[in-house]
């Protein structure tokens, strides 16, 4: 158990529906990774906060956004939903905003039907 | 920043120790080596990173080429639960990062 929490575990949809993913980072960490991981690829970095604000910016489609509130937890918004944006979506926390190591919780599985 | 090449699978016996290479031949100073591996469909596990020295930790073993444009991830007795895609990333200490995972290297551990 990396101490990443992530809900929901599965989510189900229609194309052109908006869905909110939750991630609590472990107890002290300021940084929030989001990772994108579609059928048989690698990792796709998407979007890195901390504390509070927008650090670095990978692949993130417009139709996506995140945020990290005051509590630390972050949500990532996924919306207009298509066919490709089936996949895993991981959160990953560290202590701070450099090259720390990452830890990733569980994932919420995306099917958009 | 620098981009990483793993070969895509590889086999190791139970109890033997795995290899794993990474060619990044294009690392700068300030680039520091990750490597995480991910069983099945769990998230990503943090293994060791390492800058310039060769490094231990109770999971592995990093070991850099003195121009660091290569390593190798040791898992000294691979075990069946070593079974896993296993990334090598290279992240910067400076400005912006951006973490690029690739596809990684595919380790069957065979019993």
């Known amino acids: 158990d990396s101490g990443v929490t992530q809900t929901p575990k599965h989510l189900i949809t229609a194309t052109g529906q908006r869905v909110t993913l939750r991630c609590s980072p472990r107890?002290?960490?300021?940084?929030v990774y989001w990772y994108q991981q579609s059928l048989d690829q690698g990792l796709q970095f998407l979007i890195q906060?901390?504390?509070?604000?927008?650090?670095a910016k990978g692949n993130i489609l417009e139709r996506f956004s995140a945020q990290q509130f005051p509590d630390l937890h972050s949500e990532l918004n996924l919306s207009s939903l298509e066919l490709g944006d089936s996949a895993l979506y991981f959160c990953?926390?560290?202590?701070?905003?450099?090259?720390?190591?990452?830890?990733f919780g569980p994932g919420t599985r995306l099917t958009v039907t | 920043d620098a981009k990483t090449t793993q070969p895509p699978s590889m086999d190791c016996a139970e109890g033997r120790a795995a290899n794993l290479p990474c060619n990044h031949s294009?690392?700068?100073?300030?680039?520091?080596v990750y490597w995480y591996r991910q069983i099945h469909s769990q998230g990503p596990q943090y293994i060791i990173h390492?800058?310039?020295n060769n490094e231990t930790n109770e999971m592995a073993s990093l070991i850099i080429t003195e121009d660091r444009k290569s390593s190798t991830l040791i898992l000294p007795h691979a075990t069946l639960r070593d079974t896993a895609v296993y990334y090598c990333?290279?992240?910067?200490?400076?400005?912006?990062?951006?973490?690029?995972f690739g596809t990684g290297t595919r380790l069957k551990v065979l019993a």
């Open positions: 990953a926390s560290s202590v701070a905003a450099g090259p720390y190591e990452q830890y």
């Open positions: 107890s002290g960490d300021l940084s």
């Open positions: 906060y901390y504390n509070g604000e927008e650090r």
């Open positions: 294009t690392i700068s100073g300030n680039e520091y």
């Open positions: 390492g800058l310039k």
């Open positions: 990333i290279v992240i910067t200490t400076s400005g912006t990062y951006k973490y690029i």
